[in-house]
């Protein structure tokens, strides 16, 4: 009554825990400040009624192992209804033949990497059914690869176009073999002397005679990009030729021509009968006086030349009169002493699709030939 009427709160606090037996608190009850004056502690004992505790009963845990089993023979089930109800894919069994063409003829073919021991033109016969490989090889040619599918009892054809290769020349054999010297009844006054392509040597040419001689390859050597390089020496001036249009004398063609007595360096269109001189430069020091040999060079890519001379750029150019052709030599002074060794050329591209081959394919035509090897060594290098 007395807590209603002047709201009294109660304040619950344990006063002392060892005065009182277990279970119990001691309450006090005062009045707020102000209403009755000071406050009578009036205390009371009181049981505190202990909350009950329920006993936990631990429930059995589930078990998967059975579950896990079931599954696993569930799934084992399935595949091996999916395997037995596969059946099985056969192999077309049987056999069939190639037919393997190539201009020119007399490469060697290549099955799926294995020699066959035969040369274009030939027919491979009991070829498996299938997809196979076919590679020709030719000396002086890209390597040629096709592949070509084998049916049953049918023969399947390839027509290959062999492209021309890179080669190397010393002429140390005594020969100019795939090299044009003499047209018809006319002489050049090119041949092989001292293990060097010689033009005129103490004789005077006829009027009839030729000033070109060239690398023909029985008239498969025409180039579209190449480098091209040679070691030269001459009284007076002397030319490479490069992208002769046709395989004749008078061919039009480009002229790169190096005159030692002047250290110069000149570029012309050659139309029969007539030279074009389209750039030239004369002092030029990496030119070496005669009787000394330059090594000279040029790397023909599209339209654009650039020219060397013992490893040393000296110029460039760019020009669109001929796209392709032969390369050779030019004697522009008929009546002097001509000579030629170590003829060197590289592709540095193909026209077709197959050129990756045996033969350097070059990303960097301004490093080519760099070094300088033996006609052993380079053979030896591209596996001939």
Not at 88 to 96: D, Q, V
Not at 154 to 168: D, R, Y
Request: charged share 25%; with cysteine; proline share 4%.
């Amino acid at each position: 009554m007395l807590r209603k009427l002047f709201k009294i709160k109660p304040n619950l606090r344990i006063v002392d825990e060892n005065l009182y037996p277990e279970g119990f608190v001691k309450t006090f009850y005062t009045t707020r400040d102000g209403i009755l004056g000071k406050a009578e502690e009036k205390s009371e004992v009181k049981e505190v009624e202990k909350p009950e505790v329920k006993e936990k009963v631990e429930k059995p845990k589930k078990s998967y192992t059975a579950l896990y089993i079931l599954g696993g023979l569930a799934v084992a089930g399935v595949s091996v209804a999916l395997l037995l109800g596969k059946k099985e894919e056969k192999k077309e069994e049987g056999k069939g033949s190639i037919d393997v063409k190539s201009d020119p003829t007399g490469a060697k073919i290549f099955l799926d990497g294995s020699d066959t021991g035969k040369v274009t033109n030939a027919v491979l016969t009991d070829v498996n059914v299938g997809t196979h490989s076919v590679m020709l090889k030719k000396d002086r040619f890209l390597d040629y690869t096709t592949s070509v599918t084998v049916v049953k009892d049918q023969t399947a054809t390839i027509n290959a176009k062999l492209e021309p290769g890179s080669f190397f020349e010393d002429f140390n054999d005594g020969v100019a073999d795939y090299w044009i010297l003499i047209i018809g009844h006319n002489p050049t006054f090119w041949y092989v002397k001292d293990g060097k392509l010689t033009h005129r040597d103490g004789e005077l040419p006829p009027p009839s005679a030729c000033p070109f001689a060239w690398y023909s390859l029985n008239g498969y050597a025409k180039y579209k990009n190449f480098a091209f390089q040679a070691d030269m020496r001459s009284e007076k001036g002397q030319c490479m030729a490069l992208r002769m249009v046709s395989d004749r004398c008078h061919s039009d063609c480009y002229l790169f021509c190096v005159r030692q007595p002047s250290k110069e360096w000149s570029f012309y269109v050659y139309s029969s009968p007539s030279l074009h001189l389209i750039t030239g430069v004369a002092g030029v020091p990496a030119i070496k006086y005669y009787p000394d040999w330059n090594t000279v060079k040029v790397v023909a890519s599209g339209s654009n030349f650039k020219f060397y001379v013992n490893d040393t750029y000296v110029g460039e150019i760019n020009d669109i009169s001929f796209a392709s052709g032969y390369v050779g030599f030019y004697a522009k002074n008929m009546d002097v002493l001509f000579e030629i060794d170590n003829v060197r050329l590289d592709v540095l591209q193909s026209g077709s699709d197959n050129s990756a081959s045996k033969f350097w394919i070059l990303s960097n035509p301004e490093n080519a030939f760099t070094r300088v090897v033996s006609k052993k060594e380079f053979k030896k290098e591209r596996n001939f």
